[in-house]
């Protein structure tokens, strides 16, 4: 890693692409700061240091960390991310969403309607946060919000375009950055709020010996095993045909087809806080009540077995959606068979795209799996912490070691310092062969 960073900085082309993305989180942190007009700092601190580790906490996840001021950009990327979301679970819904995406410039299609999407989503986001933050701290964070109509139409107005103003940030760094500019925004905010939350744990907690203790082994467990299953692949054998043309012999070649135990990264689970935090915000655009209050309970807090069964559900049912997406789009038996490959055993076309979907799956699974567990760490240890400590637990980052990071953030923190290390490892080795070319 830091040998490949060292190699990159000699480089000027990938040291103004490093201190492009650089400059751009810089900025965005800065804009994290910026807080909404007529924001009640007092009422927002307190809810906030109550709620660390429920909903609010999510959300401040995937704001990249703007959330814990109220900034202009407190919705984050996550709009977009619920954008995304519907727009491929409707694609193979809608014929014409699936025809668009195999004919030419489809996805530069799809892409502007995730844009326009994402601008009533983040409507709808601010006006449902304002709700659940008012509900949670029981003291407006906005005072005069709903009944002032400049007030109202203010606050809407900007949250929206600092919305879009994160989503257009994230696209640069993609573009003139290394690396997945959305993810690394989500990135650097989790890695920008861990010193405090470790702070916090340890300044809050009657037992604080056991808390760096259990930080400590569940940090380096989780580890360990996110890179061994987004490292870990199966390899399919590949037998290419002889063809000879002319006095020339061609193929005859064996080789394989690399699929990965986890072939879809971190994006199931980011997905899955989006959907998971969707009940609370949206409810709270209707009147008080029991069905209300159940799901503000349930999705809001962040707490109970209903919940963590949830979670655990979406994050393994979007790892196999998002797994038979790619096999899907990649067409491999297509591939193989227009090149003139096979896999031994199988026959050539819908055999082998089988073959290949069934093989997927299984694998899938363990990486599915093992997601869903990192991904519901933090519930564990509050139900290990609650028979050891039955009086002194204190939910949130207060009294959990695993909402300093949480699984969600490890597996964002790992997989995106993996997909971007790949990025650049692939940008230095394109510039040595330039080079020899030359």
Same mark, same amino acid.
């Given at each position: 890693?830091?040998?490949?960073?060292?190699?990159?900085?000699?480089?000027?082309?990938?040291r103004?692409?490093?201190l492009?993305?650089?400059?751009?989180?810089?900025?965005y942190?800065?804009?994290?700061?910026?807080?909404v007009v007529?924001?009640?700092?007092t009422?927002l601190?307190?809810?906030?240091?109550g709620?660390?580790?429920?909903?609010l906490?999510?959300?401040?996840?995937?704001?990249?960390g703007?959330l814990?001021?109220?900034?202009?950009?407190?919705?984050g990327?996550?709009p977009?991310?619920?954008?995304?979301?519907i727009?491929q679970?409707?694609?193979?819904?809608?014929p014409?969403l699936?025809?668009m995406d195999?004919?030419?410039?489809?996805?530069?299609?799809k892409e502007?309607?995730?844009?326009?999407?994402?601008?009533?989503m983040?409507?709808?986001?601010v006006v449902?946060?304002i709700?659940?933050f008012?509900?949670?701290?029981?003291?407006?964070?906005i005072p005069?919000?709903?009944?002032?109509?400049?007030?109202t139409?203010?606050?809407i107005?900007t949250m929206?375009?600092?919305?879009?103003?994160?989503?257009?940030?994230?696209?640069?760094?993609?573009?003139?950055? &290394? @690396? +997945?500019?959305?993810?690394?925004?989500?990135?650097?905010?989790i890695?920008?709020?861990a /010193? #405090?939350n470790?702070?916090?744990?340890?300044?809050s907690?009657?037992?604080?010996?056991?808390?760096i203790?259990?930080?400590?082994?569940i940090?380096i467990l989780?580890v360990i095993?996110?890179?061994?299953?987004?490292?870990?692949v199966?390899?399919?054998?590949?037998q290419?045909?002889?063809r000879v043309?002319?006095r020339k012999q061609?193929g005859?070649?064996?080789?394989?087809?690399?699929l990965?135990?986890?072939?879809?990264?971190?994006?199931p689970l980011?997905f899955a806080?989006a959907i998971?935090?969707?009940?609370?915000?949206?409810?709270n655009?209707?009147p008080?009540?029991?069905?209300r209050?159940s799901?503000?309970?349930?999705?809001?807090q962040?707490?109970g077995l209903?919940?963590?069964?949830?979670?655990?559900?979406?994050?393994?049912?979007?790892t196999f959606?998002?797994?038979?997406?790619m &096999? @899907? +789009?990649?067409n491999?038996?297509?591939n193989l068979?227009?090149?003139?490959?096979?896999? /031994? #055993?199988?026959r050539?076309?819908?055999?082998?795209?089988d073959?290949?979907?069934?093989v997927?799956?299984?694998?899938?699974?363990?990486?599915?799996?093992?997601?869903?567990?990192v991904?519901?760490?933090?519930?564990?240890?509050?139900?290990i912490y609650r028979?050891?400590?039955?009086?002194?637990f204190?939910s949130?980052?207060?009294?959990?070691?695993a909402?300093?990071?949480?699984?969600?953030g490890?597996?964002?923190?790992?997989?995106?310092v993996?997909?971007?290390?790949?990025?650049?490892?692939?940008?230095?080795?394109?510039?040595n062969?330039?080079?020899?070319?030359?």
């Open positions: 890693m830091i040998e490949a960073l060292r190699n990159a900085l000699r480089l000027p082309d990938l103004n692409k490093l492009i993305t650089g400059l751009i989180l810089v900025i942190q800065f804009a994290a700061h910026v807080p007529g924001v009640d700092r009422a601190r307190s809810l906030l240091e709620q660390s580790g429920g909903l906490g999510v959300l401040n996840l995937l704001s990249g703007a814990q001021n109220f900034s202009v950009i407190a919705n990327v996550y977009y991310i619920t954008a995304s979301i727009l679970v409707l694609t193979p819904v809608i014409a699936e025809a195999k004919e030419p410039g489809g996805k530069e299609k502007t309607y995730t844009y326009y999407l994402a601008i009533p983040s409507i709808l986001q449902s946060q709700q659940i008012n509900t949670l701290g029981g003291t407006p964070i005069g919000f709903g009944s002032d109509a400049l007030l139409i203010t606050v107005a929206t375009a600092g919305t879009m103003f994160a989503i257009w940030l994230g696209n640069m760094i993609t573009e003139q950055g &290394i @690396g +997945n500019g959305l993810s690394i925004i989500i990135f650097s905010g890695v920008a709020q /010193p #405090g470790l702070i916090r744990l340890l300044n907690s009657t037992q604080p010996v056991v808390n203790i259990f930080f400590i082994v940090t989780s095993g996110i890179i061994f299953i987004q490292e870990g199966r390899r399919i054998p590949v290419y045909g002889k043309r002319g061609y005859g070649a064996s080789t394989h087809i690399p990965k135990v986890n072939p879809v990264g971190m994006i980011i806080q998971i935090s969707f009940p609370a915000l949206l409810v655009l209707f008080d009540g029991p069905v209050q799901i503000n309970q349930t999705f809001g962040h707490q209903a919940y963590w069964l949830t979670f655990f559900a979406l994050v393994v049912g979007f959606l998002y797994s038979d997406i &096999i @899907g +789009n990649q491999l038996s297509e068979q227009r090149n003139g490959g096979f896999i /031994p #055993g199988i050539p076309g819908k055999r082998t795209q073959y290949i979907v069934r997927t799956r299984r694998i899938t699974l363990v990486g599915a799996l093992f997601l869903g567990i991904a519901v760490v933090p519930g564990i240890v509050e139900f028979i050891l400590f039955p009086n002194e204190v949130g980052v207060a009294g959990n070691p909402y300093v990071l949480s699984g969600s490890l597996i964002i923190v790992v997989g995106v993996i997909d971007t290390l790949r990025q650049l490892e692939a940008q230095l080795v394109m510039r062969y330039d080079r020899f070319i030359r």
